[in-house]
């Protein structure tokens, strides 16, 4: 979908004339007579500025439709909903955290059987899936070491066995990658992040591809409640209006930066997919238009928590802080931060070092974010001529 279409594809308000989408702050709306109304009754149900940007993501992914959530975990949550007792998802190993736990301590709880592969190898997963998966769960690229999968391969595997799979899409974004087309059946994305891209608002959206499975997430939806409320829903809307240049100029200024972490001394290892050293460059370049994210992450040669905390204290430009996408550089260190509550053993399995710092780029001068990192490196190095005496 190209900026022009994207931006077209929010409607001017036919009432007014009113450019922008107008917020709907009400909770009801009136009847003639009872059922007798506008399209709209109660607004759990549909509301009309959710009901724009249900329709606009809808389009953004190519899907049948869309739905708003008040989180991205709200948005997950709706369709582990659609599962019964002794149902069994495979999932990717590295999945975000926060659906980890939700998995982990909510839905196993429940009845629900998680099984976790490195979904990096196709065969992995068709190894894991049996008669009783019903959802083959991935992200690509996954969070923070930005590994990738081969998602039109995988969609065969989990066709084969009737589960359906679902893509949380959050790092990619429908600029760079529209897993619909490549036989996804469920799209998930923490609309927290380049959907919103301002640091702003925190919201989930589910996009379906067909009539049956919109009629389900719409009925949980609406059982659960779990909705986005119409001023969050403007915000996101007027994200969008600005999504694609926002997420191009963050690719172009990550591939800048990743290129310049390569040659420095003091790192150990870079992770972007954008780089020909990475695994699955070549899947990347494929399914991802060319455009491979605005996440990095590197870790360090002296692999310590005080050398990275020694880092990611001594930027000017990259704000220390959770969350990414925003056009407002951020980082963090992971092993204290968004991944804290992995036991340390598994968290190295995955790569995630202790050292391993993740920069979410934004939308500023190239040069003033690799002048930026620049000192942070010489303060490292500043610090290891100290110990030395
Ligand atoms: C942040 C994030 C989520 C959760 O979204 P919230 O809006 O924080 O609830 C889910 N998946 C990925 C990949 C994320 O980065």
Redesign the pocket.
């Known amino acids: 979908m190209s900026a022009t279409k994207i931006i077209h594809s929010i409607p001017s308000d036919p009432l007014t004339g009113a450019i922008s989408v107008p917020v709907y702050q009400t909770s009801t709306f009136i009847q003639e007579a009872p059922g007798v109304n506008k399209g709209f009754d109660y607004a759990r149900s549909n509301n009309p500025t959710r009901k724009v940007l249900e329709d606009v993501v809808a389009q953004l992914e190519n899907g049948h439709s869309g739905f708003a959530f008040?989180?991205?975990?709200?948005?997950?949550d709706s369709v582990l909903k659609l599962l019964s007792v002794g149902d069994e998802i495979v999932a990717v190993d590295d999945?975000?955290g926060?659906?980890y736990r939700l998995f982990t301590h909510v839905y196993e709880k429940l009845g629900i059987k998680i099984n976790y592969v490195d979904a990096t190898e196709v065969e992995n997963i068709a190894n894991a899936v049996s008669k009783k998966t019903k959802l083959v769960w991935i992200?690509s690229p996954?969070?923070p070491t930005l590994k990738i999968s081969d998602i039109e391969a995988i969609s065969k595997v989990a066709k084969s066995v009737n589960a359906l799979l679902v893509v949380?899409?959050?790092?990619a974004s429908p600029i760079a990658q529209k897993p619909i087309d490549l036989g996804a059946d469920i799209v998930?994305?923490?609309?927290?992040?380049y959907i919103g891209g301002h640091s702003d608002l925190?919201?989930?959206l589910v996009i379906t591809n067909t009539q049956e499975l919109s009629e389900k997430i719409k009925f949980v939806q609406n059982a659960s409640g779990g909705i986005l409320g119409p001023w969050d829903c403007f915000l996101t809307i007027r994200g969008i209006e600005t999504l694609d240049i926002r997420y191009k100029k963050q690719c172009e200024n990550a591939l800048k930066v990743a290129l310049f972490l390569e040659n420095q001394d003091a790192v150990e290892k870079v992770h972007y997919p954008g780089l020909k050293t990475h695994k699955n460059h070549e899947i990347a370049k494929k399914q991802q238009n060319g455009l491979f994210g605005g996440i990095v992450s590197f870790s360090l040669k002296n692999d310590t928590q005080e050398a990275a905390v020694k880092f990611v204290t001594n930027t000017e430009y990259f704000k220390l802080a959770e969350?990414?996408?925003g056009v407002k550089s951020l980082l963090c260190h992971p092993a204290q931060m968004t991944h804290a509550s992995i036991p340390r053993e598994i968290r190295l399995n995955a790569g995630i070092n202790d050292s391993l710092i993740r920069l979410s780029c934004g939308i500023e001068d190239a040069d003033d974010l690799l002048n930026d990192l620049s000192k942070a490196f010489k303060t490292i190095e500043k610090s290891k001529e100290i110990l030395t005496y």
């Not at 008040?70 to 997950?76: D, K, N």
């Not at 949380?168 to 790092?171: Q, S």
């Not at 998930?188 to 992040?193: E, F, L, M, R, Y």
């Open positions: 008040a989180t991205g975990l709200a948005a997950i999945i975000y926060g659906a992200e996954t969070n949380d899409n959050t790092f998930i994305h923490s609309g927290t992040k925190v919201a989930g969350s990414l996408g």
